[in-house]
């Protein structure tokens, strides 16, 4: 009997020529080995990879797109696999783990295929007209979602984290997603720039939370050490200024020190410095900017100047968190404090520094148009606390598709199970030698619904090692 779970036997196929049959054998192998690696990890009874890197980094995981990120992947079919996992995380937000899997089960069949005699171009036709029949029926056997049907929400949620943390944490942190996408303000559409993500260690992961308004790391900031308990904790109305600057003295490049001859000189310095200082904090000021946030760095006495005229100084703000505070507040960021003008500060429905563990931040919140909110994701460790940041960076990235396209097909394996059945039924209609290649597409299907019970039930780590960084994310 075959191995196919049609129990068919197939017949031979003559004429294929073997002379490239130890390149494409190696092409396989790769490709089934990166397969292999990662299909432990699907379905709610799915194993965990611990990897560790090079410089001694431990990260345990189960998610299909981490672990690859991570794997130092040298064979170019082996590479194109990671490839298509790639494109799937960007794409769909989930799903990387089956597309892998799918791609080295249907290099298998090939591989049978071609061992047959059948030629690699009615390989690829049979292949592609499978894959073509296979994206019609997942249309008709899509099901509608209303965008404001919550439980149907928590659902397409709880499919991403099944099998990565527990039940409890599962019905949380779908609840969280949910929440945080339904809180962007459009029904018919979830805009990711207005979600921002956050990462602080120390607590639970059960103490995650959305918080209305931008949130911003000021832990490179040095202000409370500049003006401890001058500012205030929190200021409504609060208007806000954007600098895309550097509030420094400028030096020459690789200059660290400046060397002065007599007391005159020395003098001269330092009122060039206070000159330069005041220009910056006057030009703030005039606007009646309660915070500045700028892009580089600010010296000590430019802040604590900033700080007796009751102005917060934020440095070192992203780029990216420029531009958001920019939509949240109407203010217009500008590249000097030579060009700010009352017309280019914003205005901030409130300015609230708070203490989260080791860290402080402040959170911006806009007027009620501004859409603007942020996941405070906690953790025990480190580790921990980023690894509920990419589960929730996959579920709101699912559940803006689900929102936006307003259909999803069943999971479980149901879909592969059913698209598996009407190819082979169709097939057998079809002429020629793509015949058994359709049919072997129906085959590689069912290797997800397979997956699953072969795993064990209690949840054991499986480990392995890696040469990589962490893996970067589709939106910041």
Known sequence: MSKHSTGRQRPAISGASREDGDARASNVAAGRALSETIRTTLGPKGLDK???????????????ASILDRMDVDHPAARAIAEIADQQDRRAGDGTTTAVMLAGELLAEAEDLLERGLHPTNV??????????????????????????????REIARTVITGKWDEEATEF????????????????????????????????YYDSERIDGLLIDMESSSTDVVSPGTLP??????????VDDQLTIETATGTGTVSVDSPEQLSAFREYEDEIYEAYVEDIAATGADAVFCQKGIDDPVRAMLAREGILAVERTRQDELYKLARATGARYVASTD????AHAGEAAVLDRRRIGDREVTVVRGDEDAEQVSLLLRGGTEHVAEETKRLLDDCVYVLKLAVERRRVVPGGGATEVGLAGTLRKEAAA???????????????LEVVPRTGPRASPSRTVASMTSSRGACSNRWR
């Open 50 to 64: 611990m990897l560790v890197t090079d410089d001694g980094t431990v990260v345990v995981t189960n998610d299909g």
């Open 124 to 153: 690829v036709e049979g292949y592609r007209w499978a894959g073509d029949r296979a994206v019609e029926s997942l249309a008709e056997a899509a099901v509608d979602v209303d965008p404001d049907d919550e439980e149907r929400l």
């Open 173 to 204: 942190l779908a609840g969280l997603a949910v929440d945080t996408v339904r809180s962007t303000g459009a029904s018919d559409r979830v805009d990711l720039e207005t979600i921002t993500r956050k990462t602080i260690p120390g607590r639970s």
């Open 233 to 242: 904790r929190r200021v409504e109305g609060a208007t806000v200024a954007l």
């Open 339 to 342: 060009g700010l003008t009352p």
């Open 430 to 444: 079809l002429d020629g030698r793509e015949q058994p290649a359709a049919e072997a597409f129906a085959d590689a």
